[in-house]
């Protein structure tokens, strides 16, 4: 079984930062893509980042350019950076670990989620 477990969340002022970490119980953790999530009250879950074994980087386009996803694997842990915080950014953000070979923007291809970390962002 894999934990997974987020931190860094909080209330920001809009235009404010914050930095969202997510450590893995599993020394694989090196061995998968990893993905972040969000889900605002009343909405779906969304595909807001994702950091493939190799470093690469895709995010979903309401966040390119403020957000930023890294991955330290000797840390089992990945980070979302996010710059320029808007009101709309406001939900719990989820990382998730995606199944081998399978779309990272899709949530049924991720096999083990966070319990979450909520992001507040004031007007």
């Known amino acids: 079984q894999v934990q997974l477990v987020e931190s860094g969340g909080g209330l920001v002022q809009a235009g404010g930062s914050l930095r969202l970490s997510c450590s893995a119980s599993r020394r694989t953790f090196s061995s998968y893509a990893m993905g972040w999530f969000r889900q605002a009250p009343g909405k779906e879950r969304e595909f807001v980042a994702a950091?493939?074994?190799?470093?690469?980087?895709y995010y979903a386009d309401s966040v390119k350019g403020r957000f930023t996803m890294s991955r330290d694997d000797a840390k089992n842990t990945v980070y979302l950076q996010m710059n320029s915080l808007k009101p709309e950014d406001t939900a719990v953000y989820y990382c998730a670990r995606n199944i081998r070979g399978l779309s990272v923007t899709q949530s049924d291809f991720y096999e083990y989620w966070g319990q979450g970390t909520q992001v507040t962002v004031s007007s």
């Open positions: 950091v493939w074994i190799s470093g690469t980087t």
